[in-house]
């Protein structure tokens, strides 16, 4: 896991970096990408030519203790290879600790999550583009 985190923490360097070109990295909208570690780099690639954007990388749900609360986060995208409880767990936490931060859940129909718990939900069979379309319009609402 330290691996991830160490490619996480590199790319979100170079992410805050390519930011600065058009907005200071603090001021930037800070997404979270947990759960595949695979889905989460093939979204911060798409995210690097945004300069709005600074991303970090989780692949374990537990990890977001580890965030500052003063640490703003304005979008978390909860990938399908959460657990169902894992899932209620991270949706709770983020409610708590940031409540303006919006929650994209990318999840088959299952119901077993409450509406409140997110914002909304794309299926995992959405591509990429369609994905960060979705998140382009919850940020355009941020703005």
């Not at 399908?80 to 929650?103: G, N, Q, S, V, Y």
């Not at 999550?113 to 995992?124: G, H, S, T």
């Amino acid at each position: 896991m330290n691996a991830h985190r160490n490619a996480a923490t590199a790319g979100e360097h170079e992410a805050e970096k390519r930011g600065a070109r058009g907005m200071r990295a603090e001021n930037a909208v800070h997404l979270l990408s947990i759960g595949s570690i695979d889905r989460s780099y093939m979204l911060h690639d798409l995210l690097l030519l945004d300069s709005r954007c600074r991303l970090s990388v989780m692949t374990d749900y537990r990890d977001l203790w580890t965030i500052s609360e003063v640490d703003a986060v304005h979008l978390a995208v909860l990938q399908d290879t959460l657990r169902p409880l894992e899932l209620d767990k991270a949706c709770r936490f983020i409610r708590h600790r940031w409540p303006h931060a919006k929650i994209l859940v990318i999840r088959s129909g299952e119901d077993f999550l409450e509406d409140a718990l997110y914002d909304d939900r794309v299926k995992p069979t959405e591509s990429m583009e369609g994905l960060l379309n979705r998140i382009e319009r919850i940020l355009g609402g941020l703005s």
